[in-house]
């Protein structure tokens, strides 16, 4: 876990022992980490909906996407931009 959140060990020890004020930043990280919404990791009631974004396959491919390096990201970026671009202005 620490690992994911790039901090100590020691530091996520201190956070599930002792009432502490994490930051939004890194309740964020931790509902990354544990691959839930901040929503369900602070109790809240999760509401049945949807997931945001494409569906099927797509969305699979830029959660997979998500996981590579940044600039390889900003590439994939530019190539479906492009794409996308060049497709409407042929649907215009």
Known sequence: MAEKLGTTQRAVAHWERDPVALRPDQIA??????NVTTDELLGRASK????????????????????????????IVEFVEAYVNQYASKAS
């Open 29 to 34: 990280a931790v509902a990354d980490a544990l």
């Open 48 to 75: 049945d909906r949807a997931p945001k974004g494409p569906p099927g396959k797509l969305r699979l491919a830029f959660e997979k996407a998500h996981q590579l390096p940044r600039n390889q990201q900003n590439r």
